[in-house]
């Protein structure tokens, strides 16, 4: 599903959507998907189905509300997985063709309606092992101080994440939740894994602070 497609005549099945190229004279590649059409010059170089962040209408940020809440003692850490939205961004050398959503979108506002930010939103439960879905946050939630405290969301920073990918599946950079009052939440640009492929150059983005 993610990688290198050949510039050639083919279907391209992306979880619930379909890329079709069609080789065409002079050297040209019609691209298609839905009611997209991209033509092609071909040359050297192949087309890149890459997983990006859910960004979908623009929003910045990914809000992960947990199936069940979770308890966390003091001086506790505690690793799992989650499910996650995820988009596809389809490019041609270095810029992209294409960019769409896989799945039904959501959207939620976190926070007061006159200071709060629109999120894509999603419904996970708190996996011990990496589930199956195409889009995956692997989740670190720490606890320093000396009580127990209750996590019942993720709200972290997406946008222009990098992202890593393995053949089938697109996973967000490690994510920790630091329980301290406020709930701070770091996108760390680190690889979950170290097997996985980025889709470009990774960074940290800057710490999110959870107030509600």
């Known amino acids: 599903m993610f990688g290198e497609y050949e510039l050639k005549t083919q279907f391209i099945k992306i979880i619930d959507k379909k890329i079709h190229l ?7 590649i019609l691209y298609r998907r839905d009611g997209v059409k991209v033509l092609i010059k071909k040359k050297t170089g192949k087309l890149l ?40 961004s389809v490019r041609a050398g270095d810029i992209e063709i294409d960019r769409f959503v896989v799945g039904r979108e959501k959207y939620a506002l976190y926070g007061e309606k006159t200071v709060g930010v629109i999120t894509r939103y999603h419904v996970s439960d708190f996996h011990s092992t990496i589930p199956d879905t195409p889009g995956v946050i692997k989740l670190i939630i720490s606890n320093p101080t000396e009580e127990w405290k209750l996590v019942e969301r993720v709200v972290f920073p997406i946008r222009n994440s990098v992202m890593f990918y393995s053949e089938d599946k697109a996973y967000y950079p490690l994510v ?19 097997t996985l ?14 107030r509600w």
């Open 176 to 194: 920790i939740l630091t329980t301290k009052e406020t709930y701070e939440v770091n996108n760390t640009g680190n690889p979950p894994d170290g």
């Open 197 to 210: 492929k980025p889709t470009h150059v990774s960074e940290p983005l800057p710490n999110f602070r959870m």
């Open 22 to 28: 069609v080789e065409e004279s002079g050297d040209r």
């Open 49 to 88: 189905v890459l997983p990006a962040p859910a960004e979908g209408y623009g929003v910045k940020f990914l809000m992960v509300r947990l199936a069940e809440k979770i308890a966390v003692p003091p001086g506790e850490r505690l690793m799992g997985y989650l499910s996650a939205p995820i988009d596809i």
